[in-house]
């Protein structure tokens, strides 16, 4: 039987109609990759929220992976987060003061979580592609890093699952609505994706 690989993106928020994190987990929910299947799940934009509902996720789907996605619009590559930290602040845009009133993720949880994700090998692939795409330090303060948080806190006693987060830039329909904005088409982020859940599935 194939093995779960939960694939997590966001509805819509700050005005959009659209979220390419989900459109793209979307796109690949049900695709069989190596020896795992994606199932894709939709979530809310509140940290306290989107964290309880990986967080149940994994409990009842034991998957063999997790990749979480989101949009950070304004960035011009993939970003492969490389730290979650335990602070949430529910107000995007106070991410810039770092998350000075953040509350925790986790209460009593650690300080962070280093990504689980085979990244120098997803870097590769999808640079032979040509597909843009880089690492990133931190996954921020707000949902995205709470969901990349609540998804590896959760998985701390399997060790061997591999678990982390990659954000993703604007589609290339909303950036149209805005000036000198970077994006990619959402045919290229999907490409991008379904290389890094066969990096992924290599692990399993």
Known sequence: MARVILLTGFEPFGGERTNPSWEVA???NGK???AGVVKAMRLPVNCRRAARMVTAAIEEMRPAAMLGLGQAGGRPLLSLEKVAIN???ERASREVDGGIN??????GGPDAYMSRLPLAAILRALRRRNIPAGLSLSAGVYVCNSVMYAGLHTLRRRRN???????LPYEA???ARRRAVASM???LMTAGIELALREI???L
């Open 32 to 34: 069989a990759i190596g």
């Open 102 to 107: 953040g509350k925790p993720v986790v209460g």
């Open 161 to 167: 699952t591999p678990a982390g987060f990659i954000h």
């Open 26 to 28: 979307k796109r690949l």
């Open 201 to 203: 599935a290599r692990q």
């Open 185 to 187: 088409s959402l045919e």
């Open 173 to 175: 329909g909303q950036a």
């Open 87 to 89: 602070v949430a602040d």
